[in-house]
């Protein structure tokens, strides 16, 4: 079964850029793109539905026609429902390939207002989610600009964040640059067993690159295509990762959701 990109687009700049983010990676794998938009009754009379349904049709039919003349041969099917929007955008990401919503920021990569729908979206769902700027535009994406991915913990527990990250590279033929960050632990958290494998290692710094390089290793081999940089660097996860990806076209973090 062909996976869409699926968009979900309320009106706002921010979701138009998600629109057209969707839209280029739709392009560029070859995949159809799915247009959702829900909205909640704002009244109990018929005409009110039948406003916001003529809006949406307008509006963004619109903005989704206008697409498929910038790219001709883009398969878009706008969908409209009045469901639950977090409801309507886990049903529809279900059976994506990857789910793209809009999202405001604050800099250059320091955070982001993504709003109640989208924070359950992203708690919830099974699927890839994408999160586009308002200011998002087609030149980002060159291959001059990397794709930065974090890598954390055992080869198992980043094996997803890894494949979508050289994936996308691939597609993109992007130089994916991969972030481990590591902190020295508490002195209670060392035991024998810790501490043999430090040693064998030589260390803590050569310990967290060898623990990187085992990571890549099976995804070096089946993309031997791709650019890669190793970044190792003492600090704070999240901090080693935004000052990392501040030009970067995308960012590929994993996510444990429980």
Do not use: N
């Not at 089946?222 to 996860?237: C, D, K, L, N």
Request: charged content about 25%; cysteine-free; proline content about 5%.
């Amino acid at each position: 079964m062909t996976r869409p990109i699926t968009a979900g687009v309320d009106g706002t700049d921010e979701s138009l850029a998600a629109l057209d983010w969707a839209a280029r990676e739709a392009v560029r794998r070859g995949l159809p793109l799915r247009v959702v938009h829900a909205w909640e009754e704002i009244g109990e009379l018929p005409a009110d539905r039948d406003t916001q349904r003529a809006w949406a049709e307008e509006g963004i039919g619109r903005a989704v026609g206008a697409l498929t003349e910038r790219h001709p041969g883009l398969d878009a099917a706008l969908e409209l429902t009045e469901d639950d929007a977090v409801d309507a955008l886990l049903a529809a990401g279900a059976d994506a390939e990857e789910l793209v919503l809009g999202t405001r920021g604050h800099g250059a990569v320091v955070g982001f207002l993504l709003g109640s729908v989208g924070l359950r979206v992203v708690a919830e769902t099974t699927r890839p989610v994408i999160l586009v700027r308002a200011g998002d535009r087609p030149e980002a994406e060159s291959a001059g600009r990397e794709i930065v991915v974090g890598q954390h913990g055992t080869p198992e527990d980043s094996a997803a964040a890894l494949r979508f990250a050289f994936e996308t590279a691939a597609a993109r033929g992007a130089t994916l640059r991969v972030v481990r960050a590591w902190t020295l632990p508490p002195v209670f958290a060392y035991s024998p067993g810790s501490l043999k494998l430090l040693d064998e290692a030589g260390g803590l710094e050569p310990f967290e690159k060898r623990a990187l390089a085992d990571a890549l290793a099976p995804w070096r081999e089946r993309f031997p295509g791709v650019p890669v940089v190793e970044h190792i660097e003492m600090g704070s996860a999240g901090q080693v990762l935004v000052s990392q990806a501040t030009r970067a076209q995308l960012l590929v973090v994993g996510r444990r959701a429980r």
